[in-house]
């Protein structure tokens, strides 16, 4: 069983599009968390919701936008994709905050 | 803010042989955690330690450990008995009240 699954795992798309990355964990974990890594592997956290509360919301663009449903999904979805979007978005979760999280296997995301 | 630094963009080891991979990190709390992640080339985030900064005792996980040094912010990771399959993109991270990655430190397995 899949721990952190994500959806799609490759999603190619033109400039200006809106597209959603899905994210859901089988774990039980009540927080949730999107990062993104660039092209230098560079990993950083973009959100994070705990019980469907958005707690952490870095200096992102408002064209991205989560949405939990439910303390098992996180959504991403991202408006007017621009090239600088390219990149791998990866979810997790963990039981709390500073608890051990795990990783989905990524969504490589390249914007043309 | 804080900041985890590795500074050795690339290393590399023979097989059955020990490496150690640097981090530092800089921060004003007391109280936090430590990771390190592997990055295979098939790109999933793989958890191979996790250290609490308020236990002096350093974490070990098989042919994985660390010597968390509290007073010098510095979290180094020792692979001992090299495997081809540990071959990946090494990541330190400090978790405050966030995830914080260092830049990655990439470790080729020579056989």
């Known amino acids: 069983d899949t721990a952190v699954s994500q959806t799609p795992k490759y999603l190619v798309t033109q400039m200006g599009n809106d597209k959603s990355i899905k994210c859901e964990q089988n774990l039980g974990h009540d927080t949730m968390y999107w990062y993104k890594q660039d092209s230098k592997k560079f990993l950083k956290i973009m959100f994070s919701?705990?019980?469907?509360?958005?707690?952490i919301n870095e200096t992102v663009p408002n064209r991205f936008s989560p949405k939990s449903p439910d303390k098992a999904h996180l959504n991403l979805h991202i408006n007017s994709l621009e090239l600088g979007d390219s990149a791998v978005y990866f979810c997790?979760?963990?039981?709390?905050?500073?608890?051990?999280?795990?990783f989905g296997p990524g969504t490589r995301l390249l914007v043309l | 803010a804080q900041t985890v630094t590795q500074s050795q963009p690339e290393m590399s080891v023979q097989e059955a042989e020990t490496v150690t991979l640097s981090c530092t990190y800089d921060t004003s709390e007391s109280d936090y955690y430590l990771f390190w992640y592997k990055q295979p080339p098939s790109r999933q985030m793989i958890l191979v330690i996790r250290?609490?900064?308020?236990?002096?005792q350093n974490a070990t996980e098989n042919r994985f450990s660390v010597n968390f040094q509290k007073a010098a912010k510095s979290f180094s990771l020792k692979i001992s008995d090299s495997q081809l399959g540990d071959a990946a993109m090494y990541f330190c991270a400090y978790d405050g009240n966030k995830l914080v990655f260092g830049a990655g430190t990439i470790l080729r397995v020579k056989s």
């Open positions: 997790a979760s963990s039981q709390e905050d500073q608890e051990t999280q795990y």
């Open positions: 250290q609490e900064a308020y236990k002096q």
């Open positions: 919701y705990n019980n469907k509360e958005l707690i």
